[in-house]
């Protein structure tokens, strides 16, 4: 951790989250199943960071930001919200009322498509018992701080274009002037040069409002754009867990180096510094892996990573759980002088 954000308050913690889903099991056997895709998640956020979560479509990442926003209920662990617990492992016992807000994936499916823009962004203010024109003022005030004028008031979101219903997404949820923003994949939706456009708003927004983010992806570039912090996730567990920076140029784990090394190069001459090479499937939530779920895909697995599940711990300034992260970053390292 850097020095910057250890003198910092932690705005949320989470330990020890875990998330069971039961879901419907077609085909012959038919029934329901219990699945869990969120184990024994810990982490903290400091305020005025941005923590990246990355890693694979179906690794949990969208899981666990629904469970941190109580969207659903957690299965165990426990959640605190600027030094208060709101939730304790069995019950959800505090608010989050306007203190957090999430910016969802698509926002053609997130906006109600009866609903005006300015009933939309008015949505979140309802419960904070403020005057129609302090809620007139908001709506205002954090539509234009996205780039959109009054003009958009009386607009549909059909009639706007991805980028614009994304930006209203963005309103919504800074108009309640939260600590915290959950951004599950915000502009993955969105073309390349759009996406750009959102990210430069979201980062000013970070700075005009002292907002604090949790920022899900599945591109560990954009991760490493926004991101104070990396957390590679991988299986419902974090992998890997440190200053962004050092994350890309020294990673500890070979899932954090394979998705570094899948990241394309610009320039087509070059080669990328990592030779680490992923292989194999995602596992499936159906079919849970003992020991390190990482293990079929790893080439530097060992007898002891098919038997035990490896601890997230502390390595120089990263938490790694890998039983060999310490001898795979040499090996890599000295691969790539």
Known sequence: MSNALSTRKQILI??????????EIGGAIGGKKTITPVRDVSFSVYEGETLGIVGESGSGKTTLLRAVALITKPTTGSILLE????????????KMTGKVQMVFQDPSTSLNPTMKVRTIVADPLRLLHLSKQEINERITTSLRSVGLE??????????????QK?????????APRPKLLLL?????????????????I??????????TYVFVTHNIAIAK??????????????????????VFSRPLHPYTSSLIEAFPLPDPDQKNLLSVHITGEPPSLFEPITGCSFHPRCQYAESRCKNEIPLLRAVNDHMVSCHFAE???????????
Do not use: W
Request: proline fraction near 3%; aromatic fraction near 6%.
């Open 14 to 23: 989470v330990n020890n989250l875990a998330q069971n889903v039961t879901v």
């Open 83 to 94: 030094d208060q617990k709101v939730f304790d492992g069995k019950r959800i016992i505090g």
């Open 150 to 163: 009054k003009e958009f008031l009386d607009k549909y979101p059909s009639q706007l274009s991805g980028g």
């Open 166 to 174: 994304q930006r209203v997404s963005i309103a919504r949820a800074i």
């Open 184 to 200: 599950d994949e915000p502009t993955s939706a969105l073309d390349a040069a759009v996406q750009a456009q959102v990210l430069n």
């Open 202 to 211: 979201l980062m000013t927004l970070q700075k005009e409002f002292n907002l």
């Open 225 to 246: 754009y926004v991101a104070d912090r990396i957390a590679v996730f991988y299986d419902g567990r974090i992998r890997e867990l440190g200053p962004s920076e050092t």
């Open 327 to 337: 001898s795979i970053a040499e090996k890599t390292n000295h691969q790539n002088k």
